[in-house]
T-cell receptor
Framework: DGGITQSPKYLFRKEGQNVTLSCEQN?????MYWYRQDPGQGLRLIYY???????QKGDIAEGYSVSREKKESFPLTVTSAQKNPTAFYLC??????????????????FGDGTRLSIL | DAKTTQPPSMDCAEGRAANLPCNHS???????VYWYRQIHSQGPQYIIH???NNETNEMASLIITEDRKSSTLILPHATLRDTAVYYC??????????????FGKGTHLIIQP
């Protein structure tokens, strides 16, 4: 089945450690996104990537880093500089391009998230 | 992107139609209305989107007022599995690519047996 796979489902981090969250999609989507969700709140954008080898900061990028070396993969690293990393992290993808260029209204599709906690 | 306003919570009886309102009075002409829902501890699920005309798919119907300042998501025969937080999002694309969605707090829809 096509979809977005996030792993692991639960992740624990010690103070001062970097951790990397995985996001893989087999939907052949060009754009990928990372969001953070805190309890009782909506999602906030961390980083997004429109195409391989390119990515842009979202609203809350400080303390996070990403890479986009392959179309299928968009890993997120939560660095020790992120002071409050405990949250629910969601990855999404969309297909805003076709052979004629960008498609403006395609919806985003989400994975089932990774819940990160600090030990 | 235009801001949206939704009621924080709603109840609906199982088997009845659930009508979820969304106000987006500052919407501009090239902004789409999107609806997502999130069941507890899962990722958001795309439901439907539209620009001007009413839209229907296998999950729901979207009714957009003629002035586009508000919309209603309709779940025609609500089931207990429809209990979730529903997000109304207004989004435009400049043609230069894709960026993120802005999620508010949404409406917590509770389907009562």
């Amino acid at each position: 089945d096509g979809g977005i796979t996030q792993s692991p489902k639960y992740l624990f981090r010690k103070e001062g450690q970097n951790v990397t969250l995985s996001c893989e999609q087999n939907l052949n989507h060009d754009a990928m996104y990372w969001y953070r969700q805190d309890p009782g709140q909506g999602l906030r954008l961390i980083y997004y990537s429109q195409i391989v080898n390119d990515f842009q900061k979202g609203d809350i990028a400080e303390g996070y880093s990403v890479s986009r070396e392959k179309k299928e993969s968009f890993p997120l690293t939560v660095t020790s500089a992120q002071k409050n990393p405990t949250a629910f992290y969601l990855c999404a993808s969309s297909r805003p391009r076709d052979r004629d260029g960008w498609i403006g209204n395609q919806p985003q599709h989400f994975g089932d998230g990774t819940r990160l906690s600090i030990l | 992107d235009a801001k949206t306003t939704q009621p924080p919570s709603m109840d609906c009886a199982e088997g009845r139609a659930a009508n979820l309102p969304c106000n987006h009075s500052t919407i501009s002409g090239n902004e789409y209305v999107y609806w997502y829902r999130q069941i507890h501890s899962q990722g958001p699920q795309y439901i439907i989107h539209g620009l001007k005309n009413n839209e229907t798919n296998e999950m729901a119907s979207l009714i957009i007022t003629e002035d586009r300042k508000s919309s209603t998501l309709i779940l025609p025969h609500a089931t207990l599995r429809d209990t979730a937080v529903y997000y109304c999002i207004v989004k435009k694309y400049s043609g230069g690519g894709a960026d993120g969605l802005t999620f508010g707090k949404g409406t917590h829809l509770i389907i009562q047996p």
